[in-house]
């Protein structure tokens, strides 16, 4: 069992900046191929950036590239996504995901999930 908890979310301006950080419970956390999705109203949840539970490998999404930074800290069980430029669009409810595969990851098939963290970007 991996609980995932989120925090650092809020209300920034558009060009601003926010760190969202996942923390997590368990031992095997090092594990799990770990990542960040978000759903704005009305639309789909979606994948944002997916790192692997080594870290070598990560992906993000083609409209966030250059912009957001996915990492993470195995010692601290803690998975970071650094937003820089935000802009309104990025404006969601942010999850953390936990999961076993990393291509099962990008695409949604995750076994645990965090309650989520809001992002308001104004313009």
């Known amino acids: 069992q991996v609980q995932l908890v989120e925090s650092g979310g809020g209300l920034v301006q558009a060009g601003g900046s926010l760190r969202l950080s996942c923390a997590a419970s368990?031992?095997?956390?090092?594990?799990?191929?770990m990542g960040w999705f978000r759903q704005a109203p009305g639309k789909e949840r979606e994948p944002v950036a997916v790192i692997s539970w080594s870290g070598l490998s990560t992906y993000p999404k083609d409209s966030v590239k250059g912009r957001f930074t996915i990492s993470r800290d195995n010692a601290k069980n803690t998975v970071y996504l650094q937003m820089n430029s935000l802009k309104p669009e990025d404006t969601a409810v942010y999850y953390c995901?936990?999961?076993?595969?990393?291509?099962?990851?990008?695409?949604?098939?995750?076994?645990?999930w965090g309650q989520g963290t809001q992002v308001t970007v104004s313009s």
């Open positions: 368990g031992r095997t956390f090092s594990s799990y191929d």
């Open positions: 995901a936990a999961g076993g595969g990393f291509r099962a990851v990008v695409a949604g098939t995750v076994a645990y």
